[in-house]
């Protein structure tokens, strides 16, 4: 079983920053071997794609409503990917989830991962 935490949410100013992380681990579980990825969920809104990491790093991948302002990164030793958020918006306000996958992924496609996190709240105040 592979359990995927988040955490580092929490409510901001506008124009601040936050750093989201996201702990995986599994009896047989190496995030090295995943694809990982965040999205987001506004209330009454789809869950939506916000980044995405090969499972080296070496790759990344963001909507373009980000781009510019987050970073995701990760850590294989740690098993934890990270998302640097900066210049925050209003429109930035959701929980955001952890997502993770061992095949390939169609990265903006929420269906195509296997492992979630439970979420965490990020509320940014105008």
């Known amino acids: 079983q592979v359990q995927l935490v988040e955490s580092g949410g929490g409510l901001v100013q506008a124009g601040d920053s936050l750093r989201l992380s996201c702990a995986a681990s599994?009896?047989?579980?190496?995030?090295?071997?995943?694809?990982m990825a965040w999205f987001r969920q506004a209330p009454g809104k789809e869950r939506e794609f916000v980044a995405g990491t090969s499972r080296t790093g070496g790759r990344t991948f963001y909507a373009d409503s980000v781009k510019g302002r987050f970073t995701i990164s990760r850590d294989n030793a740690k098993n934890t990917v990270y998302l640097e958020m900066n210049s925050l918006k209003p429109e930035d306000t959701a929980v955001y989830y952890c997502?993770?996958?061992?095949?390939?992924?169609?990265?903006?496609?929420?269906?195509?991962?296997?492992?979630w996190g439970q979420g965490t709240q990020v509320t940014v105040s105008s």
């Open positions: 997502a993770a996958d061992l095949s390939f992924v169609v990265w903006s496609d929420r269906y195509a991962y296997s492992y």
């Open positions: 599994g009896r047989t579980f190496s995030s090295s071997n995943a694809n």
